[in-house]
Every structure is written in structure tokens, then in C-alpha cells.
């Protein structure tokens, strides 16, 4: 699969835009908590332990700016991130997969993300992140169903793809984009990364700059 490539001047404004200030905001847990829809918002979606908070990180080159954890689902309410001393909000949705709590608290963070996704007016795209080892999942369908559904336009990262032989992850990047054709929200190009290597990292970042 040919990979995507980047003008020099987008791959440098990615880089300008998050080696800049990068902080937690706040957590929000209803809809009543959300900030201004004042500026470009992305959000980050996935599976638990897809590796959200280590993608967040490497993006911004600070090793503990999002909080990674090993109990799954450790993520609860919808962080958001000041990028850029208020160019970019970075959102960091729960994961999917949720840890084991209360099925009320399990249906209220899903009202919370759907409300979110169909009411964010400054929400410019989701980047959804599947686990390379893995592939697409049924929750993933379904989070994509609820994309299309509400017009939200998205597009799908692989992670981990250091932990998968080449070839494979190859194989899996033509499967999902084969699927992507079918889908009137989706972006047709998907990215590849690895937080722990650096891989695909300024393409991400000039993908969001390019939302600004």
C-alpha cells in the first residue's frame, strides 16, 4: 500500500504546531462541562489500551502529557488538550472496552460520546485508532457506523504497527481501506504509526495542521 506524503511546509507546521505548548485542560464528564467551542477541535478514539495516551504523547514529545495506565478503560470522561497556547483542542475520548464498573456508568459515558460526536460544531475530524496486531474489531464497525450516521468526518491510524511484521500490516492497512470505500465519512487514506518508534508520527501531525 503506497504510503501518503506530505508538502515539507505541512510536515514542518505539524512539527512547529506540537514541539509548542502542549497541556491538559480539563476532563469532562457531561455535556454541560464542555469548553467554548472556540477553536479546531480533533478527538482520538479507540479501543482500551489501542495506545491513546502513548500516540498523544509521542505527538507532542512529552512523555507523560497524557496518562497511560494498565488497567483498561482507565480513561473516563473526554480530556481535552490546549495545543498551541490555544490553536488546537486535542480530545482523548474513553475507550472502548470499558474497565469493570457499573453498567450505569458504562451507559452514561456512551450518551456522553454519542451527545458529544453529533454536537461538537468546531469538531473538524476523529481519528480512530486500531491496534495493528488486531485489525478492525466490531466495536470499531460500530463506531464507525455511529460516524457515518452523524456525518463526523473520521479517519482510521493503525498503532502498534512495530509489533507486526510488514507485510501484515500491509495486508491489514488494504483491508480497512478497502472498507473506508463504503463509508461517505470516512478519509480514504490511513495512517500507520508507532508511539514507541516515531513512525507516521509528523504525517499525523500534518494531517491536524492542515485542519487548522
Not at 53 to 64: F, P, V
Request: aromatic share 6%; glycine share 8%; proline share 6%.
Amino acid at each position: 500500500m503506497e504510503r501518503p506524503s506530505y508538502p515539507d511546509d505541512q510536515i514542518e507546521a505539524g512539527r512547529v504546531l506540537f514541539s509548542g505548548p502542549a497541556e491538559f485542560r480539563l476532563g469532562v464528564a457531561s455535556l454541560s462541562g464542555l469548553p467554548p467551542a472556540d477553536r479546531t477541535e480533533v478527538c482520538f478514539a479507540g479501543r482500551s489500551n489501542v495506545g491513546k495516551s502513548s500516540l498523544i504523547n509521542a505527538l507532542t514529545g512529552r512523555a507523560k502529557l497524557a496518562r497511560s495506565s494498565a488497567e483498561p478503560g482507565r480513561t473516563r470522561e473526554l480530556n481535552y488538550f490546549d495545543i498551541g497556547e490555544g490553536r488546537l483542542y486535542l480530545v482523548d475520548m474513553p475507550g472502548f472496552g470499558y474497565a469493570q464498573v457499573s453498567k450505569t456508568q458504562v451507559a452514561a459515558w456512551t450518551k456522553l460520546i454519542k451527545s458529544y460526536l453529533r454536537g461538537r460544531p468546531s469538531l473538524r475530524r476523529v481519528f480512530l485508532l486500531v491496534d495493528a496486531r488486531r485489525g478492525l474489531m466490531d466495536t470499531d464497525e460500530e463506531t464507525m457506523d455511529l460516524l457515518d450516521g452523524a456525518a463526523v468526518p473520521y479517519q482510521l491510524v493503525l498503532t502498534k504497527v512495530d509489533k507486526v511484521p510488514k507485510p501484515e500490516v500491509e495486508a491489514t492497512a488494504l483491508a480497512v481501506a478497502a472498507k473506508l470505500k463504503k463509508r461517505g465519512a470516512a478519509h480514504p487514506v490511513v495512517l500507520q504509526t508507532s508511539a514507541e518508534k516515531g513512525w507516521g508520527i509528523p504525517e499525523l501531525r500534518a494531517e491536524i495542521v492542515a485542519l487548522l
